[in-house]
């Protein structure tokens, strides 16, 4: 499984969206397709360049941005070495990518769909809007801290619903939370996505099984191997059993997964 699904391919592009003060830089990195037009939102690569040394022996794991017949697109917020070498790729340089990986989030037609996204989770989104069969069932809600446009959200809502809101300083908290959990509330006929950091999916996890809301939370854990090989993203499921992140997710159904 792994060598079919490992490709060397060309990057294409890579766009810096900005630099926020952390200081960190956000950029789209764009890589040739080699063929995963029947991807599933919410699946993810891992990527490493050609050219990375024996200090960097591990790939690094990206949702899947959005896919296209010439392109795949990540979006990236650069935090340490791999996706500070990642950012510096140029046009024509060679990347050694696997995937798609995991099992990405359910998109039924005609569901009224919640996507909340909290920073650089909204990456999946991108492309879960782009192939969703009834794009008018889903509404975003986007909750970021660095300015609105260094994310692909101005894309993407021109295509369904959607709202971001910004958070300034922890003061803001409470109030996004309340605003999250009431858009949860009207789509608890429906279904909620959500991607973002831990704490993000916390609150949508616990809100989820309060008011028995169907629910899917993608984690975000460090993955070595990305494969199943490794136990490196090890987590709990709902029992209290050992799970691997990459193999079993990144999608888990709110009640499965202990966060
Ligand atoms: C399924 C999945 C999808 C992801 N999708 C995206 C995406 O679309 N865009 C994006 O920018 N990032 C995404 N990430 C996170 C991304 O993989 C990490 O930020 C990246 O691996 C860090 O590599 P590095 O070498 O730059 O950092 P390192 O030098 O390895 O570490 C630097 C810092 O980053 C932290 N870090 C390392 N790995 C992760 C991680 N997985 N999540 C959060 N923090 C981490 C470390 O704790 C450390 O503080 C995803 C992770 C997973 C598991
Ligand atoms: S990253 Fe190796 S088992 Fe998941």
Request: aromatic share 8%; proline share 7%.
């Amino acid at each position: 499984m792994l060598e079919r699904n490992c490709r060397e391919v060309k990057v294409r592009e890579v766009r810096f969206l900005g630099t926020w003060d952390e200081p960190s830089d956000f950029v789209e990195l764009t890589l040739e397709n080699p063929g995963w037009d029947s991807y599933r939102p919410g699946q993810f690569a891992m990527l490493r360049a050609k050219r990375w040394g024996l200090e960097l022996p591990w790939g690094r794991p990206f949702s899947i941005s959005r896919v296209d017949a010439e392109s795949l697109t990540f979006f990236i917020q650069v935090v340490g070495r791999g996706t500070t070498r990642l950012s510096r790729l140029t046009a024509g340089e060679d990347v050694i990518i696997w995937g798609p990986l995991g099992n990405g989030f359910s998109a039924p037609a005609d569901t009224p769909t919640l996507l909340l996204a909290g920073g650089m989770g909204i990456a999946p989104f991108r492309g879960y809007i782009e192939k969703h069969p009834t794009p008018k069932a889903l509404h975003l809600l986007f909750a970021h801290r660095p300015a609105l446009d260094f994310y692909p959200y101005l894309a993407m809502s021109e295509k369904v619903g959607a709202e971001a809101i910004q958070e300034h300083s922890s003061d803001d908290l409470p109030g996004i939370i309340a605003r999250i959990e009431a858009a949860m509330e009207e789509y608890s006929g429906g279904l909620v996505l959500a991607c973002g950091p831990t704490p993000f999916l916390r609150t949508v996890q616990a809100h989820a099984l309060k008011k028995n809301i169907r629910a899917e939370v993608s984690l975000e854990k460090t993955m070595a191997c990305g494969v199943g090989a490794c136990l490196g993203c090890v987590c709990k499921d709902g029992q209290g059993k050992h799970v691997q992140v990459c193999a079993r997710g990144p999608v888990f159904a709110a009640a499965d997964v202990q966060l």
